[in-house]
């Protein structure tokens, strides 16, 4: 135990926390050794230095314009932005980086019906602003029919024709409306076998991948 207890162990625990721990902990330690420099030429040359170091650890990068800013912006960031160096980018400002970016809308225009997509919502925009007649009807009908499939997949059961068509209506915000008409979309059991069909045919491909690339590792 004495033996032990003469050297100086040194835990993560009790030392400062990194600011990037992917550089590790004697990189932080250079960028605090330049931090204690007064003298600013030196100062400025050792912080070359330490650049040049971590694009070391990615050579094929190390010259690329856009890589010398994230190096030097990292290195900034590690010092606290209290680094007083001369840098060939503008210097970051601790506001900036702190800065919270604007929340993304949520792409989901009606999530009341989010089984539908995306998808069938961009393909009803277009539907409306083409000219009413034979190729916009069939059109329409594709759509429902596309409804039809996805209702089925994501709620797996039954739907009526109609709740179809008032949902369409519901979503095309009344330029759609085929509520009462007389049009019959595809049954939901030939969807189905269609999807069955599909499944049974992906299936099948990939045992024979799996076969012929069991063939090609015997015959090396």
């Not at 600011?19 to 100062?43: N, T």
């Not at 996805?150 to 024709?161: A, F, L």
Request: aromatic share 10%; charged share 30%; with cysteine.
């Amino acid at each position: 135990m004495e033996q032990f207890n003469s050297f100086n162990l040194e835990y993560n625990t009790e030392r400062e926390r990194l600011i990037i721990p992917e550089y590790g902990r004697h990189f932080q330690k250079m960028v605090d050794y330049a931090l204690s420099i007064d003298d600013r030429e030196k100062r400025n040359k050792i912080a070359n230095s330490i650049i040049c170091t971590m694009g070391n650890l990615q050579p094929h990068l190390r010259d690329v314009a856009d890589f010398q800013h994230k190096l030097w912006d990292q290195l900034f960031i590690m010092s606290d932005f209290e680094l007083d160096v001369d840098s060939p980018f503008e210097i970051p400002s601790k506001e900036l980086l702190n800065q919270r970016p604007e929340p993304l809308p949520y792409p989901q225009n009606f999530p009341k019906y989010r089984y539908y997509g995306n998808n069938i919502k961009r393909m009803i925009d277009v539907a409306v602003k083409w000219e009413k007649g034979e190729m916009r009807s069939g059109l329409e009908l594709a759509i429902a029919n596309h409804m039809k499939k996805s209702y089925i997949n994501w709620n797996k059961e039954t739907v009526d024709d109609e709740v179809i068509f008032i949902h369409l209506n519901e979503l095309s915000e009344g330029s759609i409306n085929l509520v009462g008409s007389e049009e019959q979309l595809t049954s939901t059991e030939q969807l189905i076998k269609n999807k069955n069909m599909r499944s049974n045919r992906s299936s099948f491909g990939s045992k024979k991948n799996n076969r012929n690339n069991r063939n090609k590792k015997n015959n090396k």
